[in-house]
């Protein structure tokens, strides 16, 4: 629910559309929700989030509360980079499948 909750966006007949995510990536407090966020969605909702904050990268830039956000961002997407570049491998029975030949 506090996920749904930070994709959201409100609707405001005075000031146009809100959007939850950059209102709390540019919060004191807020900041570290979406961290938390980022953390513990699944695949989709973090590109969903990922492809929100591009939007709006140069504001982001210039907030000291969104710094925390971009930070952990690209740590994330630096730790999937390692990942997919060195995959475990297979171990079969314990032993190395390289070694068994």
Known sequence: M???E???TNDLSTSGETDALQD???DQ???????????????WQRKVIIGRLRA??????NCTYAKHVVSRL???IEIGERKMSHPKRSRRHGKDPAKIL
């Not at 709006?56 to 830039?61: A, K, T």
Request: charged share 20%.
């Open 56 to 61: 709006h990268h140069s504001q982001l830039h």
């Open 74 to 76: 690209e740590r994330l």
């Open 2 to 4: 506090v996920i749904n």
């Open 24 to 26: 709390m990536v540019n």
């Open 29 to 43: 407090y807020g900041n570290y929700v979406v961290q938390k966020v980022i953390e513990t969605c699944d695949e």
């Open 6 to 8: 930070v994709l959201s």
